[in-house]
């Protein structure tokens, strides 16, 4: 599948499922945003970029601290579903732009703070959306990132990126926490944090907000339940009368410097 066909299930996938995105709990809240917000060292003379917005949680965290955010996505729609509940919380500094993040439309060393929350997992080309988050930021800037990602034993992170590409065509591949250092400190950025997260899932809150059909839903659960041991172990496997109630994964926080 070619980027541009990845880019058009990404929009399709999260045009029919934006309103989700708003109220899920695991985007509107956790401690992996209250780490980004506390460690951004936002002014009150900041520009902030915030790629693939989506619900626009992390726009809504940052506005009252800073001078202006530019949320930027992909899906018209979730740019709308983000507007309407920015804008609900009288935050007037955020403009919403439609934009790719493996190119964006905006100029060299423009932004002070880049952010990136729970998205990379589906941009088909990691390294340009980290050659763009470069590009865009003044010298001493940051990148803010959390991602989900993926365990650094083969099998574990073959099992867990099939699932989630099961659950939603529109993922390409959560990353390890290894390759998102190797690919930010190739790119030019120098790590500077980086932060692991426990990540609940309930199997049917997990499905319903990718919009899974039943029948395709139960094939998931029935191949999950058919793991060996050690993969349930290591994903914390929770299940009951022969169903998968939850399981466990992991996203990271990773904070990077563009250096001056």
């Keep these: 599948m070619s980027n541009d066909q990845i880019k058009g ?3 399709k996938q999260f045009a029919k499922n934006a309103e989700k995105y708003v109220t899920s709990a695991g985007h509107a809240k956790g401690d992996d ?3 980004l917000v506390a460690s951004s060292q936002a002014s009150s003379d900041m520009k902030v970029l915030d790629i693939a917005t989506g619900g626009g949680h992390v726009a809504n965290a ?3 601290l800073v001078e202006q955010v530019i949320a930027l ?3 018209d729609e979730m740019l709308q579903v983000a507007e309407r509940f920015i804008r609900g919380n009288g935050h007037q500094n955020v403009d919403f732009v439609a934009g790719d993040a493996e190119h964006i439309p905006f100029e060299d060393d423009y932004f002070d703070l880049v952010t990136c929350r729970i998205a990379a997992h589906h941009f088909p080309d990691v390294p340009s959306f980290v050659s763009e988050a470069l590009r865009v930021m003044k010298p001493g800037g940051r990148l803010l990132l959390i991602d989900n990602v ?3 034993r083969d099998e574990n992170d073959q099992f867990y990126n099939e699932i989630e590409k099961w659950r939603d ?3 390409v591949r959560a990353w390890r926490k290894t390759e998102w250092i190797r690919m930010l400190e190739l790119a030019g950025f120098r790590m500077e944090t980086m932060v692991s997260f426990e990540k609940h899932f309930i199997f049917e809150d997990w499905c319903n907000r990718a919009g899974l059909p039943e029948p395709e839903r139960r094939e998931l659960e029935a191949s ?3 793991a060996p041991s050690v993969i349930k172990g290591y994903f914390k496997f929770e299940e009951a009368l022969g ?6 994964g992991q996203s990271a926080y990773i904070q990077a410097l563009k250096a001056k």
């Design 9 to 11: 299930q990404v929009r």
């Design 33 to 35: 945003l209250a780490l």
């Design 62 to 64: 940052l506005a009252p």
């Design 73 to 75: 996505d992909l899906t």
């Design 150 to 152: 993926a365990p650094e």
């Design 169 to 171: 065509g529109s993922h």
């Design 224 to 226: 999950m339940l058919r």
């Design 243 to 248: 169903r998968l109630v939850s399981f466990e």
